[in-house]
């Protein structure tokens, strides 16, 4: 089921509006039913078919996108990122683990009614099921320091980016 994307500004600025290529980007991938993009329920995904991060910065916030199919983007609100990083095989392999990682956060998360982005200093986490989307937010400072329950999920996350820079510094 479909969420309804609502600009939320990350405190403290007001005055900050994210770049409507990015906005489109992430109303997309809450509207977009699984099926229209070739994704259906397997036995490697029976629940999750794919997994957002979305690390709040002063100045941006940085959306990492990772479907089952391994199809891995990140971007950031204020202009530009990186699509199409699962053409490469170690971004797929990491984006496909991602997404396996989140099958087990479900319960932890709440049905997401909207699309809020995070504040700074806060990652916020949607899993994308066949049953509708889940959400939750957790401080960046907790997750990196692996005393929060979902730090594992996180990680996996920095892992897709970490896999992403790589690529990006190979073409540099």
Known sequence: ????????????????????????????????????????????????????????????VATLISFADGTTSLVFSNGGGMIGGGQHNAVAEASRAFVTSAELYVEQMDPAEFAPLPAPGRVRFYILTFEGIFTTDADVVELEKEIHPLSSLYFSGQDVIAQLRLIQEQKS
Request: no cysteine; aromatic share 10%; hydrophobic share 40%.
């Open 1 to 60: 089921m479909p969420i309804k994307p609502i600009q939320t500004t990350p405190e403290p600025d007001p005055n900050y509006v994210p770049v409507e290529v990015f906005t489109h980007l992430r109303n997309l991938v809450f509207q977009t039913p699984p099926e229209t993009l070739g994704l259906v329920r397997s036995e490697e995904y029976p629940l999750v078919w794919g997994a957002v991060m979305e690390l709040g910065y002063v100045e941006a």
